[in-house]
DNA sequence: TTGAAAGCGTTACCAG
DNA sequence: CTGGTAACGCTTTCAA
């Protein structure tokens, strides 16, 4: 690896003139700044990031911590906090905390010793303190942290549309799953469908998921039809257990949507590959994610801030595991 | 922050010595030992990891580099890296290449300047020269670089299994999927099937799909079926392909497995969630992961390597998009 | 317009 | 057993 002190020999100069041309800081005749860039090439130099950031006290680099990378929610929310950072030149370390208040600490611990210049979490939860008086600028994303910058999605008016399209269908008979109480957008998402069905004349069921993994959904899949066999429409507390759910009813024999309605919450890419391609609240965990970024970008750079809250829009998409609403009904 | 001088002040000690107990390296009377333990729980001094690897050279950090972590196959990669990693006090630089050579350059080079240790990469395609002479080791996840360290599946196996399978559950015109030219184990797949298959007296189609996303696995599944409207069986080239194959199938009206039977190739999370549950060839994404992060360990170690391309075994999964085998056929 | 040198926080070597 | 100090590669005054 070539240094500075490589260069400047190569071109004759002294290496603060390199440093000059490098970051086109201070002038530099342009006879010297083509000689040195042309030993820039010829020596195929680049520059030390890692001594550029002891001296700067500063890096292009960036912290994304995530529940779990598994989930495939979190894909998309990753990607698009990486395309934005991406292009501004940031890079960016990551670890899933499973949401595990000691491993999130760790984690933040190393962020700060590598010198990140702010962090990107989608793992808070109520009560945790690792964020306390950071130097570094965070935004929480898909969760919030009072006070602290976020993107999040309405989870309150996705439940509560959930719930409206679910009764405007006909459902008389909803259950609706209760994600983790500690996960926000989960308890956000069962407030606002809550909100409604307590509000309307169906008769409804409560059931506490407190999980969101692959494994587990089955589990709630089964317990919900056995707990409530009659039940005619389910409220899910995000798409991988309504997958399952649509799984189960479908095992069992019931007619979906006829028999039973099931809506979603997220719309990860899998769900319109389901047979029927399944009903859901969107989330738009793409842009979420770019959103974040570019906030986390400006609190960087000291930008001034018009909201340092973002909520963005969900949307009821309309798939087969609904029915059509009746108009005349 | 803390620096070690000001624990060294706190202490009344040098900062050599701060360093000595720090890494545990030399001598140190256990009192002063004791008194800069304090000094540096006082001021709640943890090391500059950037002053650290300036010096050594060296990081706790790895690169890694993925087609795209949107596709539900990577996470699982990923998380098995990141797990033992994460153990081991590594922390992950990432990146997403999109299978484009001049992104995955771009990476690389920021890794380098940032003092990776090690790479691991899931992007390598043929003919790609950005690994040559990199001064780390770098290991190659679920593909292959002739010479270099690598853990993936024997896809070659994988396809003659999922062509035996099909075969021997009674399929007579199966249509073979063929996956992206440029992604060796898509190509292993496709030329283990298509070694089995061109050695059977069942009649079978070969369709290319020249990728892997979700939105252009509906249009190959809308195009085979209008092309191969009585194929009987579909060797599909990874898990998404056969969902949108199942699904499309279902929309159609077929019955599966009895009409048409699919297997898939990975076994990602949600195959299982399918209905009917999609039968599949099983790559252990999570273990080879795993294995991946610990060959590089090794390698970074510079430890004794048993076996510098580990070869992990793909298994068929019998799940229900296939149709039990009949034993007296 | 350019160069010398200090300093970012560590570690490792050499004396004592 | 402990301390002083050079060095890692870079940026940034300060002088020239």
């Not at 990031?49 to 890096?59: I, N």
């Not at 208040?101 to 590598?114: G, P, R, V």
């Not at 956000?188 to 506490?208: H, I, N, P, W």
């Amino acid at each position: 690896m070539a240094t500075i002190r490589d260069v400047a020999k190569a071109a004759g100069v002294s290496v603060a003139t390199v440093s000059r041309v490098l970051n086109e800081t201070g002038y530099v005749h342009e006879d010297t700044r083509k000689r040195v860039l042309e030993a820039i090439k010829q020596l195929d130099y680049s520059p030390n990031e890692v001594a550029r950031s002891l001296f700067k006290g500063e890096s292009r680099l960036i912290g994304l911590l995530l529940p779990d990378i598994t989930n495939p929610f979190f894909p998309q929310l990753a990607r698009g906090v990486e395309d934005v950072m991406q292009k501004q030149g940031f890079r960016l370390i990551f670890g899933n905390s499973d949401e595990n208040a000691e491993k999130e600490l760790d984690y933040i611990n190393t962020f700060m010793q590598n010198h990140v210049m702010g962090i990107v979490s989608a793992t808070y939860k109520p009560g945790n303190t690792n964020y306390r008086n950071l130097p570094i600028p965070i935004v929480f994303l898909d969760r919030t942290s009072d006070g602290n910058p976020s993107v999040y999605a309405d989870g309150k008016e996705g439940g509560r549309i959930a719930a409206t399209e679910i009764i405007k269908r006909g459902s008389k008979r909803v259950t609706l799953l209760k994600g983790p109480e500690h996960i926000r957008p989960a308890l956000d998402r069962f407030q606002g469908a809550l909100e409604v069905l307590s509000g309307s004349k169906v008769d409804f069921y409560v059931m506490t998921t407190n999980s969101f993994s692959f494994q587990d959904a089955k589990k709630w899949a089964n317990e919900l039809f056995v707990k409530y066999p009659d039940t005619d429409g389910v409220i899910a507390s995000n798409d991988i257990v309504a997958t399952a759910i649509l799984h189960e009813a479908l095992r069992l024999g019931k007619s979906i949507p006829q028999e039973l309605q099931i809506i979603g919450f997220d719309d990860i890419p899998q769900s319109s590959l389901s047979f029927p391609p399944l009903s859901t609240i969107r989330q738009p965990a793409y842009d979420m994610g770019k959103e974040a970024a570019r906030l986390l970008i400006k609190l960087i750079k000291k930008e001034k801030i018009k909201k340092k809250n973002i909520q963005m829009p969900v949307t009821f998409v309309e798939r087969n595991t609904t029915r059509e609403v009746d108009e005349h009904g």
